[in-house]
Structure formats: C-alpha cells, structure tokens
C-alpha cells in the first residue's frame, strides 16, 4: 500500500501571497496524483489531476506539478476564498490513498 | 449537471446496520465508477469502496472488507453502501463521489464530483 505524506501540516499565508503545499509518496505514483480542496463543512472539490491538470473551473492560481514521489501545488496569489485544507490523493495503484491534508489559514 | 446526492446516515448502535444511498444524475451512469470516501470527526479523507458501474466489480478498504457491500440499481442510477456491524471508529461522514478513469488501459481513477456527504453516528 502506497503511503501519501504532505507538508507542511499548517500553512500560514498573508492573503496575496504565494503558497506551495508538498505532497509525497512512498513509492512511485507516475502523474496518477489529484489535489482536492475541503472548505470548512463542505464536501471536498477536484481541483487538479493528471499532478498538473486543472479541472474543470478551477481557477488559474491553483497549479500541480511534480511526477514521481514528489508532488506539489501552488497557488499563486491567495485569495480569501482559498483558505481551506487541502489534500493530495494517489490513484496509481489499489487501494487509492490520501494524503492527511494541509491547512492553509490567514497569517 | 452532475449532480450526487447522498441519504441514508443516522444515528445506530455498535453492531448495528445501515444503508446508505447514492442518486446519480446529469451523466452516463455506467461510464464511471461510483466511490464512498469517509471522514471521521476532524480527521482526514479515507477511501471505502469503489464500484464499477458497467461491471458490477467492487473493491474495499481492508478496515470495511466483509462488513460492507456496494451495489447498484443501474434503473435508478444509484448506488448503495449496505454496512453492517458497525463500529464506534465507522463514524464519520460518508461522501459519494463519481470516478472519472485516467488516461488508457483503465484501472485508475480520480473523483471529480462528490455529494454533500450523509453522518453516520456509531454510539450507544
């Protein structure tokens, strides 16, 4: 069973400022890799698959990149909106993992 | 629009049983796969079951193997998680979500629409 780590836990950002939220696996998933965004008692939303692909409507802050074990999402320039946590998910191989999330909050 | 909407969750005793329900709409219900993902209170994201809408085919997390099934009624476009004997460490909130297949040769699957999940309480 791949293991799905991310980093930092808690990220704290200025809004307007860059985040970038790291994701890991413990062994290779290729580019099977999405991020999902959970706002606070909401149901997650897709915002990147493919490690780099933005779903559809997402906004072009948000960016993927990485293949391999390691994976990373930026977004650009924070908005209010993106204050959320934020997790990494494999789907190279059964069972799919996710990562235990990254809380992205106001600094 | 895709839209999934979850029933089913309540309140149950340990050892109890529930099913939950998944209605499907605005997509071609056998070309995708239809996922339950649970969220414990305050915890993160875990994987359940999957169901290949076309096939039939499930597959399950080893902490629900033997005490859940996934099924399909493919008249109603919908799915139902039955769960059985259930535990104080089941509870949590149990979303729906549709899988989208990754690239070819299939097998791979990202959850691209997800309902607004249904709370199950495992407690005495």
């Known amino acids: 069973e791949i293991v799905m780590t991310q980093s930092p836990a808690t990220l704290s950002v200025s809004p307007g400022e860059r985040a970038t939220l790291s994701c890991r696996a413990s062994?290779?998933?290729?580019?099977?890799l999405a991020w999902y965004q959970q706002k606070s008692g909401q149901a997650p939303r897709l915002l990147i698959y493919g490690a780099s692909t933005r779903a559809t409507g997402i906004s072009a802050r948000f960016s993927g990149s990485g293949s391999g074990t390691e994976f990373t999402l930026t977004i650009s320039s924070l908005q209010s909106e993106d204050f959320a946590i934020y997790y990494c998910h494999q789907y190279n191989s059964w069972p799919p993992g996710f990562g235990p999330g990254t809380k992205v909050d106001i600094k | 629009e895709v839209q999934l909407l979850e029933s089913g969750g309540g309140l149950v005793q340990p050892g109890g049983s529930l099913r939950l329900s998944c209605a499907a709409s605005?997509?071609?219900?056998?070309?995708?796969?239809m996922t339950w993902v649970r969220q414990a209170p305050g915890k993160g994201l875990e994987w359940v079951s999957t169901l290949r809408t076309s096939g039939g085919e499930t597959s399950y997390a080893d902490s629900v193997r033997g005490r859940f099934t996934l099924s399909r009624d493919t008249s109603e476009n919908t799915v139902y998680l039955q769960i059985n004997t259930l535990r104080a460490e089941d509870t949590a909130i149990y979303y729906c979500a549709r899988g989208t297949v990754a690239g070819i040769g299939g097998g791979k699957y990202y959850f691209d629409y997800w309902g607004q999940g249904t709370l199950v309480t495992v407690s005495s």
């Open positions: 605005g997509f071609t219900f056998g070309s995708h796969v």
């Open positions: 062994q290779s998933v290729s580019s099977d």
